[in-house]
């Protein structure tokens, strides 16, 4: 059968506009269709066991729920009384179906949204559970109020089933869709009334709100082991301890060394014991930088093992408080149990040391062996990676002379102590390992 050419004919004129539609009117008109996605979104959410519910609030901003046709009178005041009766569905679209709740391995089912209510931005109800409940289940806002609705912000109780209230809850707080930036603050009851605090950027997945030891031990050895990974001026550091030693039993010594220096001051950051003024992160990246650059420098001039390690513990101590700036926003999903996640932390950076150094020696070893002599090779990677740390160095002291440091006032001196006795007791470490090597033999003594 021949084609019906009239049919063709007829589809051209919907093609050309479904072309329109696709190609000039995103370019003409995008918030023609739709509100614009903002930049910026705070979430707040409170989680409570009790009974046979988990209570959940949650405080979102109403202009992050896109594609919703608030009703509004005048210059764009929101018209409250229409507007009400379209929050249930407004909550449930954009809030149920990306908020996970888990009992145990469960999920748990859809909730109950019991009440919603409109709130100014300088409400600050939210502080405390108590607030929170009594300001979301209280009288809703005047009618009659004039605001704009992109200012308003909407509260939601949410009721979840639940087995026991003493059972391991986690949360998946998955709204990053409600802006190009979303801060998820969530506040989580225990039963004992206990208060464990999360701050979450974007999607972080599944997140047990009152880790068991275990679970926060798991997630900081991998938070440690992949940091390790991450971090370039620490893999250089590693680097320069390799280049000129390529044993693995001596180099298993020294980066145990790095790690025992590392711990002590990123324990000491944890109790909160170093300083808090803007110039103290600068100033420990540009320390280690200059780290590097004096072992790329040791190992041109000649580096002698049996020293290595001690030079390396007490650069650890520099390093532990450059491990600590990366650590401080984690350390809110240890719970209860912080020593333990620090040391889960050392041990995951342990492992990722040694996996470094299972990589490196066997690399370096065939260079050398093959490639360049061994000594010109030292020479040259050394060189190469003091250049590449002195820069480090430069740009960040550059950063550093930016800011003023504070006055001694009591409370600085206080915090300089604090930072001293730790230093001293990483220096009466290294003190003691220089005491042990020199000790003499017992038939040295004897003759």
Not at 3 to 30: E, N, T, W
Not at 101 to 114: A, C, M, N
Not at 168 to 193: C, H, K, Q, Y
Request: hydrophobic content about 50%; some cysteine; aromatic content about 10%.
């Amino acid at each position: 059968m021949a084609p019906d050419h009239r049919l063709a004919v007829r589809r051209r004129p919907a093609l050309r506009v479904s072309l329109f539609s696709l190609l000039i009117l995103p370019l003409i008109g995008p918030g023609l269709f739709a509100h614009e996605i903002p930049n910026d979104v705070t979430v707040q959410a409170w989680v409570r066991p009790g009974g046979e519910v988990l209570e959940v609030l949650v405080r979102v901003p109403l202009e992050s729920m896109q594609d919703i046709d608030w009703p509004t009178r005048g210059t764009g005041y929101l018209e409250i009384a229409r507007a009400e009766p379209m929050l249930t569905d407004a909550a449930r679209v954009w809030l149920v179906n990306d908020l996970e709740l888990y009992e145990g391995d469960v999920r748990l089912p859809v909730p109950e949204i019991t009440a919603t209510r409109l709130s100014f931005p300088s409400d600050d109800s939210f502080r405390t559970w108590d607030g929170a409940i009594a300001h979301v289940q209280g009288p809703p806002m005047d009618a009659s109020t004039d605001i704009v609705w992109q200012q308003l912000l909407l509260d939601v109780v949410l009721e979840y089933p639940i087995e026991s209230p003493d059972s391991e809850f986690s949360i998946r707080p998955a709204l990053d869709r409600l802006g190009l930036t979303v801060l998820t603050v969530v506040r989580f009851v225990r039963p004992d009334g206990v208060i464990r605090p999360f701050e979450f950027l974007g999607d972080p997945g599944r997140v047990p709100l009152d880790p068991l030891w275990f679970q926060a031990a798991f997630r900081f050895v991998a938070l440690g082991f992949f940091h390790i990974l991450d971090g370039l001026d620490h893999l250089l550091f590693l680097l320069c301890l390799v280049i000129p030693f390529r044993k693995i039993r001596p180099l298993v010594l020294v980066v145990t060394a790095f790690t025992l220096g590392h711990s002590i001051t990123l324990i000491g950051s944890a109790l909160d014991i170093a300083p808090g003024g803007l110039w103290f992160p600068p100033l420990v990246e540009t320390l280690i930088a200059m780290s590097i650059v004096y072992m790329a420098l040791e190992n041109i001039v000649g580096a002698r093992v049996e020293w290595r390690w001690i030079v390396t513990l007490g650069f650890g101590l520099v390093h532990g408080f450059g491990f600590s700036f990366a650590l401080g926003e984690t350390l809110q999903f240890a719970g209860a149990h912080l020593l333990t996640s620090l040391v889960a932390f050392n041990i995951g950076v342990e492992l990722g040391q040694l996996l470094v150094l299972a990589v490196m020696v066997p690399v370096l070893s065939i260079l050398f062996r093959r490639g360049v002599d061994e000594r010109v090779g030292t020479v040259i990677l050394s060189a190469i990676l003091a250049h590449t740390a002195w820069h480090w160095m430069i740009e960040r002291f550059e950063i550093l002379r930016q800011y003023t440091f504070p006055s001694l006032d009591p409370e600085v001196f206080g915090r300089v102590l604090q930072v001293l006795t730790v230093l001293a007791f990483g220096a009466g470490l290294v003190w003691l390992a220089v005491a042990l090597r020199k000790k003499p033999d017992r038939r040295e003594v004897g003759s």
